[in-house]
């Protein structure tokens, strides 16, 4: 079933199949063949060998009828596939060899693939390095979520702020998909439900097709192959002969594309109203297709019993995006099965779970009663029973029911129809049965559990960052990409000399790439001694990009008070979009560019101070940057950010942690040990006081100097025309909301500790040699054994 290390082909066998691919499969010569050809050619090769252990796979989950994990996410944020594969498969130095024979560049190759970007950032991309681990320890799972023509919007600068255009990854073929016509639901909105009997029966208004595209998930060592399987809309009538023949092709057209419009976009996480309609259609469509694809795959290999659900199917919800799944699976259950209410009920929440992300208010899922009524009337009833239920089996308080004040709260729904919930970090947790959970949280004080979030160290080491990983291999042996407990090994080697200088070595070997590439798209041209501080992730007000600028303007002042100083070399490097409606983060964007054209261009400074900010930030830029940093900013306002997980890539990448008390970089520095972590800043509880206190962005920045020189600079206009800021600045000044000034000073005198600790490589060096051989808690398969035994009740397919 597996390929057995000597069954892995050779490099000559890489090269034959390339050559016949390019040939048989696109049906091109090499000499014509242009980058993009090769690189089909290449995928085709590297498919052949995933195909294997993926139907092997499927066969043995079926034919052992084990029980299988679903993962229902709005949002994979898979990067690229072909790299990560070879890596899986063991394969990379074969492949370095057959491409070195064809003569083609690997870079050029892996680059040519367009990034899959069905996510807007951490929730998305916590989804793709589960599925990854669920793989790589032969978990037998499922991934389901929608097949988005257009991914992530992109992202240019032009004078400096944000222009977002279509991403397009689908405009060309995509060779890791399979399409499964056969696989194809009917999916209802609208319409009326009627009383036949005392049953209910939906005729619902609307329909379309959810149509299947499955992607292979290869995991560590391509033992275990997943699935991805991604749902398509299709029409249910292709077009409108009538009107067609009456010439009118536009409308004849018309059902098709409206159909298609389901599947057209993702959503960019934001907070307007637009839209609401369709996304709350998004969510069903997705929802709705994986949950008859469930039903129809137990009833195949397990027959009509249907009260043996919970024995066989796991579902987690990834937030509550696709938490209509709670009352899709009981309408599905009772409607179409014949099953009670009760029993519905019963089995459901036995069946489901919830991952919740979020603490913000305004990230919390609410949807209208009307529009809920007119989207899915039969949900909206059983939403109501099950909220009866509820309420009369628990004598809640007032107040903490699914439907208040005409909306349904989606977070409550996903609460009372899981078997566990989940927070994503420890602090996170405690704050979702404190605060946002409290009520439902007494009357179910078992269900919510904690599970720290992860990242996969295939891609997020062994692909993304070659010299450390050599270096590992070599000095603890390369069993650490499939356990990464073994870092730890390399804690006898924190004072060895020679280690230290070759991890300083490696370090520098990906600076100087970085740095290359700056150099090339951005024309900055950094040193690559300086200090790389990179800060990328989302846009919001939360994580505070805008303390990281303010702290960089005071600094450059400060340079200018004393530019014979003696201060340490420093690159500031920013990476991340804004939602399209999110005025107050665009305008930190732009803010960031101002300072950087005019603090680039400083003769007097420039040599200690830089700032490059790439545009279009996604996975395939984070591999580049994040091995490549010595300084990561995860200094969101304690209490906002729910684990992160930027954060630990750069620390298993060996970059020290400038951070707040904030999501899982508590858990960082507990492992890293405190003296390994520039900690600063309010606490979560001190923060919520703070915020409550009148006047507290103003008393700060009067007690801040470098804070109070910043501001002025910008309202000055030293960075561009100071209209375009005064919003900004005077919220800054009277409303602060996520407390940058209460922080300020704090961050400031951090980052001049950093500066000198910077200085002293062998403490640096030693810190850094620590942060990585203390990162294994932070592998996503720790966190997918947790979720194995906590919540889902599975074991792998091969013990
Ligand atoms: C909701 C309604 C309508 C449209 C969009 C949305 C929406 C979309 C995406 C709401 C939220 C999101 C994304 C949330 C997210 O990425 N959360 C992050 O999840 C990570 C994985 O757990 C954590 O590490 C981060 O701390 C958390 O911010």
Not at 139 to 153: D, K, N, Q, S, T
Request: hydrophobic share 40%.
């Amino acid at each position: 079933m597996r390929p057995e290390l000597s069954e892995l082909p050779s490099a000559q066998d890489l090269a034959d199949q390339i050559l016949y691919h390019l040939t048989h499969t696109q049906g091109r010569g090499p000499e014509f063949a242009t980058v993009f050809d090769w690189r089909l050619a290449v995928s085709y090769t590297i498919r052949d060998l995933i195909v294997t252990p993926w139907m092997a796979g499927h066969r043995a989950s079926r034919d052992g009828k084990l029980k299988r994990v679903y993962y229902l996410s709005m949002e994979f944020l898979i990067g690229r596939i072909l790299g990560d594969a070879i890596v899986n498969l063991g394969l990379d130095q074969q492949m370095d060899a057959a491409l070195a024979q064809l003569g083609l560049d690997k870079t050029d190759i892996l680059e040519d693939e367009p990034d899959a970007a069905l996510g807007n950032g951490g929730l998305g991309r916590l989804a793709a390095c589960f599925m990854e681990s669920l793989a790589s320890l032969g978990v037998p799972a499922f991934g389901y979520g929608i097949r988005y023509e257009h991914g992530l919007f992109r992202q240019r600068f032009e004078g400096g702020q944000q222009v977002e255009t279509p991403e397009d990854w689908l405009n060309q073929p995509h060779p890791w998909e399979f399409t499964r016509i056969d696989y194809s639901y009917t999916i209802g909105f609208k319409g009326h439900v009627e009383n036949v009997d005392g049953h209910s029966v939906w005729h619902p208004g609307e329909s379309v097709i959810a149509r299947a595209y499955d992607t292979p998930v290869i995991g560590w060592q391509g033992k275990w192959a997943n699935t991805l399987r991604l749902w398509g809309a299709q029409p249910t009538n292709l077009f409108d002969l009538h009107r067609f023949n009456a010439g009118d092709y536009a409308a004849a057209a018309e059902p098709e594309a409206l159909a298609r419009t389901l599947s057209r976009v993702l959503y960019p996480d934001d907070t307007t109203d637009q839209g609401k309609e369709l996304r709350l259609k998004q969510e069903y469509f997705l929802t709705s297709a994986a949950l008859q694809d469930i039903i129809r795959r137990f009833t195949a290999e397990h027959g009509e019993d249907l009260a043996l659900l919970p024995d066989k199917v796991a579902i987690q919800l990834n937030d509550t995006h696709p938490a209509i799944a709670g009352p899709e699976l009981i309408r599905l259950l009772m409607d179409e099965h014949g099953l009670s209410f009760d029993q519905a009920l019963d089995i459901a929440r036995r069946t489901l779970n919830y991952t919740n992300h979020t603490l913000l208010p305004e990230a919390l899922e609410r949807w209208s009663t009307w529009l809920m009524g007119d989207v899915l009337p039969r949900h909206l009833q059983i939403i109501q029973m099950i909220d009866e239920a509820h309420r009369a089996a628990t004598h809640r308080p007032p107040h903490t029911g699914i439907i208040e004040h005409d909306e349904v709260r989606m977070g409550e729904l996903a609460f009372i129809m899981a078997g566990h919930v989940n927070g994503v970090s420890a602090l996170h947790t405690d704050l979702v049965r404190s605060t946002v959970f409290a009520d439902l949280h007494k009357l179910h004080p078992e269900r919510i559990l904690n599970q720290t979030n992860g990242v996969t160290p295939r891609r997020w080491l062994r692909l993304a960052n070659p010299p450390l990983s050599r270096l590992l291999d070599h000095t603890i042996g390369a069993g650490w990409t499939g356990d990464l407990d073994q870092l730890e090994g390399l804690e006898a080697h924190a004072e060895d000399a020679g280690f230290l200088a070759a991890l300083r070595g490696a370090k520098r070997q990906n600076k100087v790439v970085l740095a290359n590439g700056l150099l090339s798209d951005l024309g900055i041209k950094p040193d690559p001694e300086a200090l790389f501080d990179v800060q990328v992730k989302r846009m919001h007000e939360y994580k505070r990009q805008l303390l990281n600028i303010l702290e960089t303007i005071a600094l450059w002042h400060r340079i200018h008070e004393s530019p014979n100083g003696d201060w340490t070399p420093r690159l500031k490097i920013f990476g991340g979009k804004a939602a399209p409606g999110y005025w107050t983060a665009k305008t930190v964007i732009h803010l960031i560019n101002d300072v950087a054209r005019k603090i680039n261009d400083d003769p007097v400074t420039s040599k200690f101070l830089k700032i490059a900010y790439p545009p279009n930030y996604n996975v395939s830029m984070a591999e580049r940057l994040i091995p490549a940093a010595d300084l990561s900013e995860q200094i969101s306002t304690a209490g906002k950010e729910a684990s992160g997980t930027g954060n630990m890539k750069f620390t298993m990448n060996g970059a020290l942690t400038i951070g707040t008390l904030d999501g899982a970089n508590v858990e960082i520095r507990e492992m890293v040990g405190a003296e390994n972590f520039f900690l600063f800043g309010l606490t979560a509880a001190e923060a919520a006081a703070e915020k409550a206190r009148p006047g507290h962005a103003r008393a700060a920045i009067e007690k801040s100097e470098n804070m109070k020189v910043a501001l002025q600079l910008i309202a000055e206009g030293r960075f561009g025309r100071p209209e375009q800021y005064f919003a900004l600045l005077d919220r800054t000044w009277n409303d602060d909301p996520f407390l940058v000034a209460s922080d300020f000073e704090s961050y400031f005198a951090c980052q001049r500790r950093i500066d000198a600790t910077y200085r002293n490589h062998r403490d640096w060096d030693r810190m850094t040699a620590l942060n990585i051989a203390r990162s294994g808690y932070f592998s996503s398969d720790r966190t997918i054994r947790g979720y194995m035994a906590d919540i889902w009740k599975v074991g792998p397919a091969t013990p």
